[in-house]
């Protein structure tokens, strides 16, 4: 009888043992501690070293706070594929926003007001995710959030309208918080920085004016956060596309000088030129084009350098050139008229590093992050919100280190 007792004991015991071993210490700690929420903050252009300026108090207390570091956006160092890469976790060659403006096959041309379904559906981004794992998303204004994608969209989400205020923004996000059900997932978009960046370049006092603009509606987010009693249990993580260089109109490569304009189409210009050659004229375009010129390369679709991640998806144009930082690309029909900003270059490039901040619970304190890509971004989402994500081009090693 005390055989079977010890027998039966020692059988318990093993199951409950290895009902523990199945338990990681991730899980184990997501039992005890409620699921944060969590904020996803885009400033577009927001260059890293705007946060040293004295312009952004709010921004600097949590970068002080939390942990932060440059971050190197993908190439095209642009608005619409850099937000896409940064919920996708994919280069934009993998998820197909490949420039600003593009041509598809089948489609025909991209523009940034373009929601059909069928441009945004390559890639998976993570209020998708949020919301097959069971989990409710809410997004204001991010690029490509209002389009539906394989049958699925957020459960809060808005039209882009460039006249909605920064504050305004933070408030819609403050209101779906208060709905049923709660948000798990909060996405916010500020263009003012890019828009003053560009208008003005990133050394004016009107840029550091907008910057301070957007760190005083973020203030109001976390006022509101605190209001709610959700402060607390949420984690915060502040981003951007990409950084910002001073242009010139002294500083321009003309197509002009180069071919007949009439033998190319220019679907996107400025840093980073995609061009498309008419029919016809194909190899007259790569003979004129192709090459290192002053302040530009160019390069045909195949021989894109391999650190680029970019040339195998069939929207990128036959030929896509890379400015020096600084210049421009224009024609003599469209000149650049008056000194600003742009980007788009290179992504190795300091004036393209971007923001990146992480601040709430489970993030270390005052720590510098290195090595950090826009790809690294969505992994490091999916571990804050405990939900599988597509596997992509970034690095939870990279991005982790934001964790304690």
Not at 190 to 195: E, G, P, S
Not at 245 to 265: E, G, H, K
Not at 383 to 389: D, Y
Request: with cysteine; charged share 20%; hydrophobic share 40%.
């Amino acid at each position: 009888m005390l055989a079977r007792l010890i027998a039966a004991l020692s059988v318990t015991v093993t199951l409950v043992l290895a009902g523990c071993a199945s338990i990681s210490p991730v899980d184990a700690g997501r039992a005890e501690t409620p699921r944060p929420l969590v904020i996803l903050i885009s400033i577009d252009g927001f260059r890293y070293d705007y946060l040293t300026r004295g312009a952004t108090p709010t921004l600097s207390a949590l970068a002080a706070d939390g942990a932060t570091g440059p971050m190197r956006p993908s190439f095209p160092s642009l608005t619409f594929p850099n937000h896409y890469t940064l919920v996708t976790g994919l280069h934009p060659d993998h998820h197909g926003i490949v420039g600003n403006s593009f041509i598809d096959p089948g489609m025909g041309r991209f523009t940034m007001a373009r929601t059909e379904e069928g441009w945004w559906d390559q890639a998976e981004p993570i209020w998708i995710s949020a919301q097959k794992a069971g989990l409710t998303a809410a997004t204001m204004f991010w690029p490509g959030s209002e389009s539906e994608n394989h049958g699925l969209r957020p459960h809060y989400y808005r039209p882009f309208d460039k006249e909605v205020t920064g504050d305004q923004r933070v408030d819609q996000l403050l209101a779906w918080l208060d709905d049923t059900p709660r948000p798990d997932l909060g996405t916010l978009y500020f263009d003012l920085v890019d828009t003053a960046g560009h208008d003005n370049g990133p050394d004016a006092p009107e840029t550091m004016t907008a910057a301070a603009s957007v760190d005083a509606s973020i203030a109001r987010l976390i006022e509101g956060l605190k209001a709610r009693g959700l402060y607390d249990n949420t984690v915060l993580v502040v981003v951007a596309d990409h950084g910002m260089a001073a242009t010139s109109p002294d500083r321009v490569v003309y197509l002009d000088d180069f071919i007949d304009p009439a033998a190319v189409t220019v679907l996107y210009g400025s840093a980073v030129p995609y061009l498309q050659p008419v029919e016809g004229r194909e190899a007259e375009a790569e003979a004129a084009l192709v090459g290192r010129h002053p302040h530009l390369e160019c390069w045909r679709k195949a021989d894109i350098p391999a650190r680029f991640v970019l040339g195998s998806n069939p929207r990128v144009p036959p030929i896509v050139c890379s400015a020096e930082v600084g210049w421009v690309f224009a024609t003599r029909a469209r000149p650049l008229r008056r000194a600003g900003g742009a980007h788009g270059y290179d992504n190795q490039a300091p004036e393209m590093a971007a923001l990146f901040i992480a601040h709430g619970p489970g993030v270390a304190h005052g720590r510098t992050l290195r090595n950090l890509d826009s790809v690294d971004v969505q992994p490091l989402l999916g571990r804050l919100l405990g939900i599988p994500v597509p596997p992509g081009d970034g690095r939870l090693a990279d991005s982790g280190k934001a964790l304690q």
